[in-house]
């Protein structure tokens, strides 16, 4: 028998090949990085935490329903995964405080605000952290009245970002309407209309982006009514509202992840 070493290495080169497409392909290189952040994995155990809850509503006993106990693993995890995130956006808040160039002054206090709500919200959320380990005292300060601060400071937030985007949407449209409605004599050459489709193309791209995430503050307010009992909702919405906020922040996650 006689033994084609040639061809072995042929054979050979080639799954090395193969094998160092697949490694070092740019998709698998991004998948790395997306899961290597703590936000990508926080954003990947929000997406499984309301599928479980959207899965637990089929069950019969929901109290004693393998995906509800599921659930509640999935946001113990997130918790500790957000430890001393506050930070974040004190420091975002402190950066649009600083920002005294922003040319609408509702959109620079509401990213203050905003920000600051939303550190707040997630400061009260490292107690709720300690409760669900049972590190502190179990009394109805820590059980209920933290919880419900805990919602209300959420719901700020994202009552503060729905005037934001809103006002976003005004700021682009307005901007649109200027552009298409200038006469043709101030137009004055050809380099003009250039750049009247830079601006308008930059404006509707700022108008698509605040509708985007005005839809997804409205879908994420229904799910803190919810939870403090402001409506009555059927739980199945609340989650389908919870699994698509969650694939829009892993969209935009791992469009910022290069």
Known sequence: MIIDYQ?????????????????????????????????????????LQYLCRFLALQDDNLATSPKKRLELQFLLIRKVLRF????????????AYDNKLTSDSLVRYCKIWKNVAFALYLALDQINLLHMLNLIPLTRFVTQTIPHWTNLAWLLSLFIGIVLDTRKVQIAQTCIYHVKHRSEKDKQNELDGDEDKKVLASA??????????????????????????????NDGYISLAGITTSLMGLQDLWNGTI
């Open 84 to 95: 001393l995130k506050p930070l974040n956006f004190i420091r975002a808040a402190s950066k």
């Open 7 to 47: 061809k072995i290495d042929t054979i050979t080169i080639r799954r090395k090949m193969v094998l160092d497409t697949l490694v070092y392909h740019p998709t698998i290189t991004r998948l790395i990085k997306f899961f290597d952040t703590s936000s990508g994995r926080e954003k990947i155990l929000r997406l």
């Open 204 to 233: 509707r791209r700022e108008r698509s982006m605040a509708t985007r995430k005005l839809l997804w503050d409205i879908l994420d307010s229904l799910i803190v009514l919810k939870n403090l009992s402001y409506i009555k909702t």
